[in-house]
């Protein structure tokens, strides 16, 4: 006559490594397992956001220095305005010769 045993667990149990017997630690490593392989916010999800959010940040440096250097491209375009508009449409004063030299290059 077969013994049947009380816990249909514990045959399951004996065949663990003696540290995975300790229920605590199991329950323990299971949990672990589960939060970093099958949870909604495991650690490939964390990295991939990581990931965008440091591309994000790239980015952000990126056009904040575009932004600057238009801005300062603006500032030295009222400055030299009248210089801008005599080189690039022949603007001329009243009482003034335009002579255009083409270089040939």
């Known amino acids: 006559m077969a013994i049947i045993a009380s816990n249909p667990f514990q045959s399951i149990m004996r065949r663990l490594p003696a540290p995975l017997q300790n229920r605590y630690?199991?329950?323990?490593?299971?949990?672990?397992?589960?939060?970093?392989?099958?949870?909604?916010?495991?650690?490939?999800?964390?990295?991939?956001?990581?990931?965008?959010?440091?591309?994000?940040?790239?980015?952000?440096?990126?056009?904040?220095?575009?932004?600057?250097?238009?801005?300062?491209?603006?500032?030295?375009f009222e400055l030299t305005k009248e210089r801008f508009a005599r080189e690039h449409y022949f603007m001329k004063q009243r009482n003034e010769d335009v002579f255009i030299i083409v270089d040939k290059q």
């Not at 099958?38 to 991939?48: A, E, I, K, M, V």
């Not at 932004?67 to 491209?73: P, T």
């Open 25 to 76: 630690y199991l329950t323990l490593t299971i949990f672990f397992f589960v939060m970093v392989f099958l949870d909604r916010h495991n650690l490939w999800t964390q990295w991939r956001l990581q990931q965008s959010i440091s591309r994000l940040e790239q980015d952000k440096n990126f056009y904040q220095n575009k932004i600057k250097e238009a801005k300062d491209e603006a500032e030295d």
